[in-house]
Each structure stands twice: as structure tokens, then as C-alpha cells.
């Protein structure tokens, strides 16, 4: 009835300043001072706004890099022999060179540090790969030779085919293939845009003996053979950086350590560690909160969906998220899927779906 919903109200409004209202990060700062002993972490520690945190990494990364560039591995050697490309790749400042682009790289871990599992990295014959695509270069190349017209466009929309080619022929005839540099070159034609972009030009012949179709193909499948290359050239060197990095991703840890503070995601991560790992001190807050109340839920990563589980979980003795089932009224969520597009920091729209089947399950209505 009104009566009993005023009554309600009433009641709710007498202890309103008893709830604990904040964004998501400044609620796990507040549990981590609380516990900062069982969380093993500087009881005075500090929060870093994304500037400073990125100024840490900085130096992090720098460091890490002159002592690779003494001997460095396969991936960083490939990576630092990449081209830069306008607008592709383009750094948390706006560089996109490849020292820019590796030590974003090294960036873009950090923030997914919490999954620690080993990537996939299928079987990649790189050799074999770019030899056929210096075999397909070269023909191509010959093909495009004495145009019978000097302006004809598929000619000179083909200049980067040429210079590469002329390139390689000069090099390999004094030294061994670079493997390493062809990748960049070939990677480079590649993002060409007159050469992706060509115009095929007028007249059944190219040149006397040569038909334009024939040098056209030999465009189509060179193109083609390009595109496939760089998806796995980038996704065997994404692996192997993945590897090479850690160290670089230590260094940004153990600075962090030394200065007492800790970053966006770190309060996340240790919330979450502290509430799986202690019984007690999950045990403790599960008892202490009895309602949460979640807005914006389609804004909500792995790590704040499993904090929020484990808060609510009826048996306290579970540390899996996907096992729990929360205390029925004691979780509220309010979120609209559609606004999950935005991917706001690590959002992820299948969590979403994953929590309400949870609920669901459950006999959330």
C-alpha cells in the first residue's frame, strides 16, 4: 500500500547518509585502506591519475628498451624494423613510430594485466612466406617494365612495387636476405595507397607481348597475398612482443612498488585478489554490505563484475564468480546494453549478458 511504502521511504531516508555512494575505483580504494595489510600493499598508498601513471610506465619502458636494444629479441628487431604509417597505430600521444608504437604496445598489456594466460601462436613459416611474395614481387615488377605508354596509370600507380623490387635486387646482390627488412618493406607496399588503390588503365595490351590483364592479375594476387601476410605476420609478432614485454610490465610494477601508489586497474586487481583469496575478509564485507546498487552496468569489466559476485554471494565459501548465486535482493543492477558500443575502458557486453543469466538463474526478476 502508499501507507507502507512511505513508511519505507521514510525509514530509507533517516539513514541515507549511511550508504556508501562512490564510481567503482574510489569504493575498491576504500576497502584496500581498510585492508591494506592482508592486501599487502603500502597502508599510505596513493592513486595515480592516467598521467602519472603514464609518466612511470615511461620511464619504465625507456629503461627497459636501452637494455634490450644491446641484444634484442626476434620481436622487438621485426618491430623496431616496422614503418611508420600516418594515422596507423597512433600512440597515446599522437607518435606512430615504431618506438611509439612498441611502447604502446607495452601500454595496452598493462591495462589487461590481470589475464595472465599464454597466448596462441600458430605455426608461422615467415621464410617461406616472404620468399613467395619476393617471387610474386619480382614477376610483378618485370611485368611492369617499358609500358607502351609513359603515362599509362597502372604503371605509375605500381612505383612502390618497383622501387622494392629494385631495392631487394641491389641488397641481395651483395648480402643475404633480410629477413627482417623485406617483412617491413613488404608491410609497407602493403599500406600503399596508390599501389591498394591502382587504376587498372585503358588498352588490351600493356606492352607488345604482355596483356594488361595478365599484369593486372599479377597486381590482384600480390595485393591479396599482402593482406593475408600482414594478418599473420602481425598477430606471430604480437605473440612474440607479448613474451618480450613482461619485463618491461615488471619494471612498471616494481616502480609503482617502490613509490607506494597504484594505479586505476590496481585497485581493481588487489580488490579482487583480496576478496577471492582471504575467506575472512570476504567474509567480513559480504556481511557488512547488504545491498549493492550498480549503475551504468554495461560500463563494467571482468574485475568489477567478479568484486561485485563475490560481495553478494550467498555461500561465502565460493571464489568463482561464475558459480555464485547472490543473496536473493541483495544485488540491483541497472544497465542498457545498447550503450555498451562505446567500450567504455574494458566494458564488455557478453559480461553483461553472463551477470543477467546469472541473476536470472537465480530467481532475480
Known amino acids: 500500500s502508499g501507507s ?27 576497502l584496500l585502506r581498510e585492508r591494506p595489510v592482508e592486501a599487502r600493499i603500502d597502508p599510505l598508498f596513493t592513486v595515480l591519475t ?59 598489456l598493462l ?4 589475464f595472465e594466460g599464454e597466448w596462441q601462436r600458430p605455426q608461422f613459416d615467415r621464410a617461406t612466406q616472404i620468399d613467395e611474395l619476393v617471387r610474386q614481387l619480382n614477376e610483378l615488377a618485370e611485368l611492369l617494365e617499358s609500358p607502351q605508354s609513359t603515362s599509362d596509370p597502372l604503371h605509375a600507380d605500381c612505383w612502390a612495387v618497383r622501387k622494392l623490387a629494385d631495392e631487394i635486387r641491389r641488397i641481395e646482390s651483395v648480402a643475404a636476405r633480410d629477413y627482417d627488412r623485406i617483412e617491413a618493406g613488404l608491410i609497407e ?37 599482402l593482406i593475408l601476410f600482414e594478418t599473420d605476420a602481425n598477430a606471430d609478432l604480437a605473440a612474440a612482443l607479448r613474451q618480450e614485454l613482461r619485463d618491461c610490465v615488471s619494471a612498471y610494477e616494481l616502480a609503482k612498488s617502490k613509490a607506494g ?30 545491498r549493492i546498487f550498480v549503475d551504468e552496468f554495461q560500463d563494467t569489466d571482468p574485475l568489477q563484475t567478479e568484486i561485485l559476485l ?23 543492477l541497472v544497465g542498457d546494453p545498447k550503450q555498451s558500443i562505446y567500450r567504455f575502458r574494458r566494458a564488455d557486453v557478453g559480461l553483461y549478458r553472463g551477470v543477467y543469466e546469472i541473476l536470472e538463474t537465480s530467481g532475480a526478476r
Request: glycine share 8%; hydrophobic share 35%.
Open 189 to 225: 607496399l602493403c599500406h600503399d595507397r596508390n599501389f591498394k588503390d591502382s587504376r587498372k588503365g585503358n588498352g588490351k595490351n600493356y606492352r607488345a607481348g604482355v596483356l594488361r590483364e595478365q599484369v593486372w592479375r599479377a597486381h590482384e594476387s600480390l595485393l591479396n597475398g
Open 50 to 108: 592516467e598521467a602519472q601513471a603514464t609518466r612511470i610506465y615511461d620511464e619504465a619502458f625507456h629503461h627497459w628498451l636501452e637494455n634490450q636494444l644491446a641484444d634484442p629479441p626476434d620481436g622487438v628487431k621485426r618491430a623496431l624494423r616496422r614503418p611508420s604509417f600516418g594515422g596507423f597505430g597512433a600512440d597515446m600521444d599522437g607518435g606512430n613510430g615504431p618506438t611509439d608504437r612498441l611502447r604502446r604496445a607495452g601500454w595496452e
Open 261 to 290: 601508489v597504484l594505479d586505476f586497474l590496481d585497485l581493481l586487481l588487489k580488490t579482487r585478489d583480496l576478496l577471492r583469496d582471504n575467506s575472512t575478509v570476504r567474509a567480513s564485507f559480504q556481511n557488512r554490505f547488504k
Open 4 to 30: 507502507d511504502d512511505r513508511t519505507r521511504l521514510d525509514r530509507a531516508l533517516g539513514r541515507l547518509e549511511e550508504a556508501q555512494v562512490s564510481t567503482i575505483h574510489g569504493f575498491c580504494a576504500d
Open 111 to 114: 591495462q589487461w594485466r590481470d
Open 310 to 332: 563475490l560481495l553478494a554471494a550467498a555461500d561465502p565459501s565460493l571464489t568463482n564468480w561464475r558459480e555464485i548465486c547472490p543473496v536473493p535482493g541483495k544485488l540491483f
